[in-house]
């Protein structure tokens, strides 16, 4: 197409006064315009109408894709670490049978009373009290309160809590008072110790 044959194909056409009424005469020129603007603008609505949804649908199983990468890492490292798993819980499950072995059954409780009985009195100790308590029950254990009042001299009472410490059952002090009371001191102690909850 040379100059002239462009300039009739747009001979006649006012950009300014365009009027869609008189679409049909206008130039052959600014019809082909008119016709490849519309048919861009229907092709442009066609892709975004079809491909809106795909993409959307890409994007999910983009960001699906990216969470089970991050799970496969997650679960490739436990499966790496499962040995060293697997002794850390046999290391707990042999401690923990060990502490078990280190809590009184009910049937040990009154020996465990006499133990700190005969310590007190080897430690030259006057026994008061030793008496059980009433039983807290905590989350898969129980707690067993005594009360422990005894009479003597410092390094008596030294000697005797070095000796509950000795125990092998785990017995705990807490809550202790030492008074004077009759020329000696009166110690007053609360010692607790524990049982597993069978019912656990």
Partial sequence: MNADSFKN???GFDPNNLDLSTAGNWPIGVKLIA???VF???VAAGINYYTVDKYRALEHEMRKELELKQLYEAKSFQVANLPALRQQMMDVEERFAELLKQLPTDKEVPGLLD?????????GLQIEEIALGEERK?????ELPINIKVRGNYHEMGEFVS???AIPRIVTLHDFSIVPSSGKLLMTI???TYRYDDEY
């Fill in 9 to 11: 194909a747009f001979k």
């Fill in 115 to 123: 133990d700190i009985t005969n310590i007190g009195r080897e430690s």
């Fill in 35 to 37: 016709y490849l603007l």
């Fill in 163 to 165: 000796g509950i410490a």
């Fill in 40 to 42: 861009g603008a229907l």
């Fill in 138 to 142: 905590a989350e898969f254990y129980v």
């Fill in 190 to 192: 609360d010692a607790r």
